[in-house]
């Protein structure tokens, strides 16, 4: 029913406020002095090893890439087929990249 969808609606979305919340708490942890510190100590003697391991986690980013695209244009052609606006629009959420706003974060 509509209100059951409102009720779903509004709970997914304070959700979401609460992991961006939680999200920015840990970004200024990240950032704080005594982490900075920290990683100034130990992350010296780990750069060889996260070269290696940023290499594998590349090519499976990529091979994620080329799987979610190709999965969008199957449910784009099977909206086109059926003529489903649901579909369609199931396709775009697909296309998009549901982390694109953490992964600029972290880069950030």
């Given amino acids: 029913t509509c209100e059951q969808k ?17 999200i920015t708490k840990a970004i200024e942890l990240i950032s704080s002095s005594s982490v900075r510190a920290n990683a100034e100590k130990h992350l010296p003697s780990l750069a060889q ?23 969008a244009a199957y449910l784009r052609n099977q909206a086109r087929v ?4 649901v579909l369609s629009a199931l396709a775009e959420r697909v296309a998009d990249d549901p982390f694109a706003k953490v992964k600029k974060m972290i880069k950030d």
């Fill in 6 to 22: 409102a009720t779903d609606f509004e709970a997914r979305q304070q959700l979401r406020a609460e992991e961006l919340e939680a």
């Fill in 49 to 71: 090893e996260s070269a290696s391991v940023a290499l594998a986690q590349l090519r499976s980013a990529n091979a994620m890439q080329a799987r979610q695209a190709r999965v």
């Fill in 82 to 85: 059926h003529s489903s606006r």
